[in-house]
């Protein structure tokens, strides 16, 4: 089966549910020396939003990483692997510390992952506006 592309605001049933199953996914940031950088992460789709979604520590080196690509957000794709079975989403991560939007990063975590993060005052969300999506199922 070929890998295809997929529009990441109206993707098929079959890669939104992909996306709905509980598995560990990847974060490629860019160092600023432009190598990649590549951590597992947490990862919820919101195809609505055209967002996908990371919680983290403020002081993690994937959000310096973001932050350092300047207010036009960075270059950054998720993964997911499972099997044969893959899917990755592409776009502009920005960092949000805005309560609101951690609190709904926090809520769509708990529900693909099931379980509630531990309190963390130094959380923050990474929100990825999605650009492209492709995989294969």
């Known amino acids: 089966m070929a890998s295809h592309p997929v529009d990441p605001r109206r993707p098929d049933a079959a890669y939104l549910s992909f996306w709905r199953e509980r598995h560990l996914c990847?974060?490629?940031t860019l160092r600023p020396d432009g190598s990649p950088h590549v951590v597992p992460v947490g990862?919820?789709?919101?195809p609505e939003a055209g967002l996908a979604r990371v919680i983290t520590n403020k002081s993690s080196r994937k959000v310096a990483h973001v932050l350092a690509?300047?207010?036009?957000?960075?270059?950054?794709a998720v993964c997911q692997v499972d099997g044969r079975r893959?899917?990755?989403l592409e776009g502009r991560a920005r960092v949000s510390a805005d309560p609101a939007r951690v609190a709904e990063a926090v809520r769509r975590y708990a529900e693909r992952y099931g379980r509630v993060p531990s309190p963390n005052p130094s959380r923050v969300a990474i929100e990825i506006e999605l650009t492209a999506a492709?995989?294969?199922?």
Request: no cysteine; aromatic share 10%.
């Open 69 to 76: 690509a300047g207010p036009d957000g960075a270059r950054v």
């Open 26 to 28: 990847t974060l490629t």
């Open 134 to 137: 492709l995989g294969r199922g």
């Open 86 to 88: 893959w899917a990755t």
């Open 43 to 46: 990862v919820t789709y919101d």
